[in-house]
C-alpha cells in the first residue's frame, strides 16, 4: 500500500463546475500537505500548503486536512479550461499520490 | 517562474554511460531535493540534501549519487544508465530543511536512455 493514494482519474468535468480532488494517507505522523498543478511536461506548480487539520482557501482554491480520517482535498471553484492539468497531493515533502488527471470542458 | 533552474532541459544517451543533471535552487533556499517521474511511477523523491549535507534518501539506486556545493547548486550523477532510467527528473527547494517551508519545483530534466 502506497503511503499517499490519490485516484489517476481522468476526471471531465464542464467549465464553471465545482471540483473535488482527493487524496488519502496511512501514516498518522505527516502534518504537512500540499496540492501541486502539474501541466505537460512542465514542473509541478506549488497551489496550496497546509499543516495539521482544517482549511486554507486561495482564490478559487481551497484545501481541507482531516487527520482524523487521514483525508486531504483540494476543491476547485468556477472551474476554467486553463484548470486542464494533473493535480499532486503531496505529504510532508517525500511523499507524493500518482496524480489524478483533470479536464475542464469549455 | 518558480526560480528552480534545472540543466539541461532534453539528454539523450545510450546504455551504459553516464549523465550529470544539474539544479539551482532559489535564491535564499538551503534545501535541494531530487524526484524521478515516470508515468507508471509518478513523483518519486530520490535524496535530500540541506546546506551541503545528506538529510534523507528516498528510492535512490547505488548508481545514482548526487552531492550539494557550497553555492547550494546541486548534481543528480547517474551512472551504468539502463533503459529504465528514462524519465523526468525534478529538483526542487525549500528555505528549511523540515516540513515548515513548500516546496518550489524546477521544470525538470527529460533523460531518454537508447
Known amino acids: 500500500q502506497k503511503e499517499v493514494e490519490q485516484d489517476p482519474g481522468p476526471l471531465s468535468v464542464p467549465e464553471g463546475a465545482i471540483v473535488s480532488l482527493n487524496c488519502t494517507y496511512s501514516n498518522s505522523a505527516f502534518q504537512y500537505f500540499m496540492w501541486y498543478r502539474q501541466y505537460s511536461r512542465k514542473g509541478p506548480e506549488l497551489l496550496m500548503y497546509t499543516y495539521s487539520s482544517g482549511n486554507k482557501e486561495d482564490g478559487r482554491f481551497t484545501a481541507q486536512v482531516d487527520k482524523s480520517s487521514k483525508y486531504i482535498s483540494l476543491f476547485i471553484r468556477d472551474s476554467q479550461p486553463s484548470d486542464s492539468a494533473t493535480y499532486l497531493c503531496a505529504a510532508q515533502k517525500v511523499t507524493f499520490g500518482i496524480g489524478t488527471k483533470l479536464q475542464v470542458i469549455p | 517562474d518558480s526560480g528552480v533552474t534545472q540543466t539541461p532541459k532534453h539528454l539523450i544517451t545510450a546504455t551504459g554511460q553516464r549523465v550529470t543533471l544539474r539544479c539551482s535552487p532559489r535564491s535564499g533556499d538551503l534545501s535541494v531535493y531530487w524526484y524521478q517521474q515516470s508515468l507508471d511511477q509518478g513523483l518519486q523523491f530520490l535524496i535530500h540534501?540541506?546546506?551541503?549535507?545528506?538529510?534523507a534518501k528516498g528510492n535512490i539506486l547505488e548508481r545514482f549519487s548526487a552531492q550539494q556545493f557550497p553555492d547550494l547548486h546541486s548534481e543528480l550523477n547517474l551512472s551504468s544508465l539502463e533503459l529504465g532510467d528514462s524519465a523526468l527528473y525534478f529538483c526542487a527547494s525549500s528555505r528549511g530543511g523540515q516540513g515548515d517551508s513548500p516546496l518550489h519545483f524546477g521544470n525538470g530534466t527529460r533523460l531518454t536512455v537508447t
Open positions: 540534501y540541506y546546506n551541503g549535507e545528506e538529510r
